[in-house]
């Protein structure tokens, strides 16, 4: 598997949208889970969202249920977190992962280089 790169961080007032996206390499990419952990100034990382591999099973941490949603383009190597309803507490560095299981930090194989999110209000 080669480098994970993050796209689509920014500045966006609360209530608004981004989409981030990771951009996988490798031919080990569509075969395994792809996920997101954050990271606030002064807090622990967390885990956010994941996506199996093939697009069919998706988890959330509790914190973006119903606001985040998550999506893959095999074909592309691609892996999209829509973020809606954004809130000032979604202010965090964003992760893209990589790996058979990445809800646990031990578990993950691969790490982005992080994008920032800034949610201001």
């Not at 914190?63 to 309803?85: E, H, P």
């Amino acid at each position: 598997q080669g480098p994970l790169v993050e796209s689509g961080g920014g500045l966006v007032q609360a209530g608004g949208s981004l989409r981030l996206s990771c951009a996988g390499s490798g031919r080990t990419f569509s075969s395994y889970t792809v996920g997101w952990f954050r990271q606030a100034r002064g807090k622990e990382r967390e885990f956010v969202a994941a996506i199996s591999w093939s697009g069919g099973s998706t988890d959330f941490a509790d914190s973006v249920k119903g606001r985040f949603t998550i999506s893959r383009d095999n074909a592309k190597n691609m892996v999209y977190l829509q973020m809606n309803s954004l809130k000032p507490e979604d202010t965090a560095v964003y992760y893209c992962v990589a790996g058979y299981d990445v809800r646990v930090q031990e578990w993950v194989r691969v790490w982005g280089q992080g994008t920032l999110v800034t949610v201001y209000s």
